[in-house]
């Protein structure tokens, strides 16, 4: 299916992809034969969150290799393909280029994953050069952002020089290492999405929600990339930069769809269900039934469940969206995600959970909370966030003293890890505690992030199931429960 036809029909980092078991006008093709030879893949996490790393290629192969106690792993494989892997950590993951006969070794540090990524061994010139370009990408992403003012014959002009800049560097560096041909093909797929990212982001970023409809303006050339490949292929769920491109392509066909439908964009609401349908209905046309459809539809159908307070919205869309799938696993996991956060709508009460303080003595929450609260959920594991809700959580308490605010761990209980760092830290012992018996507690508060938050009044009602603590907002917000 080519994007010429699909036009003629009139859409987010590490999610549901655990649940779920080409680009033709790339000059080259990618090799597919299998040569019967191990790879081996080897290295170090420094800081470990988990005492465990996987490794993918969404057609079949998911190991999960463990973590040495000083956190080195290794592990051979026979007949794999040449290409692009996914290789992950929990809360972080990458693209690596292996081939039959590698022996490749990583080394990280998990508070600068991407930054101190870096590779020895075979092919590490080509690895070194993806997480180069890969961070190099994200820099100059944020600085290109004024290059949206530009006119778009100006903004095509400035995002093709960069573009013809990048791919000769891959060039020239390619034949300066020898780089093998097979990688050449991934690395110019990642400059190449990144490219059209910023393309399908243009008209929303140019134009605005009022103006919207003028990007209809946009000469028919501006997206002449979309005819000629085709993006239905699971491989490239392994290229770093294809998920953020798909995303911008889903958002920009849905937006303008409905923009067009309702006559403005300044009436599309992008959290409305109107909108989230929309996007599913692009993921529909855009993939046949499968993994990569499964993984875009489950993204935003979980997203939209974790955010709406409609019981009836959220069933309206899970309907949609298991008309799309035939992973029965996953089905059943959305539903059920659906149903706890509908148990969990304002008004209901909030499960009467067992915690411990930092003293280790044991209560329910109940004995615990005795006015409006705020219940923010953190784990060691996530330690980039439990310092930043902390820091968040810090000015909030001194602005808002009607609240409590109290921080629920969620690490394992039999362990010292909450105790080190809560003191590591130094979060106030007095307002911290953690649930017991995590992983069912986990399921029934539909706890599938560390970064959830909720308000809750001294009965253990309800208020707000999913509060963001980071929004320009939340200080309104909070004023407004307050004096309700």
Known sequence: MTFLSLLSRKRNYLLISSLITGVLLLTTSCKEEKLNANTYLSGKIINA???????????????????????????????????????????????????????????????????????????SKENNYLINLYVQIEKDDREFLNNYKLSSSQFKKTLDRITEARLNHLDSIAEQHSFDPDFLCHANKIIKFSMWSKIERFPFVHYGKNDFLDSKELPESFYSYRKDFDIDDRSLLNNIAFRPYVNSLISNMAFTSLAEELGSGILVDRSSLKYQKKRLAVIDSLFKRGIIKDIFASNITQHFIMNRKNANEINDLVDVFTSMTDDTELKKHITTTAATYIKLDPGNEMPNIKIQNTNKDKMELSERVKRLTVLFFWSDDEREYALRVHDKIKDLRLKYPEIDFIGINLDDSEGNQWEEA???????????????????VTAQLALRNNNRSMVIDRNLTIIDPSINLFHYQIETTLLGYINR
């Open 49 to 123: 969150h988990k005492d465990f790393v996987t490794l993918r290629d969404f057609n079949g192969l998911l190991d999960t290799i463990p973590l040495a106690a000083d956190g080195s792993f290794s592990k051979s494989y026979n007949s794999l393909q040449p290409g692009l892997y996914t290789f992950a950590h929990p809360g972080e993951y990458q693209s690596i280029y292996l081939s039959p006969g590698d022996s490749t070794i990583l080394r990280l540090n998990t508070k600068a994953f991407d930054e101190t990524l870096a590779f020895s061994g075979t092919h």
């Open 422 to 440: 809560y003191q590591r830290y130094r979060f106030n012992p007095q307002m911290e505690y953690q649930i017991l018996n995590t992983s069912p």
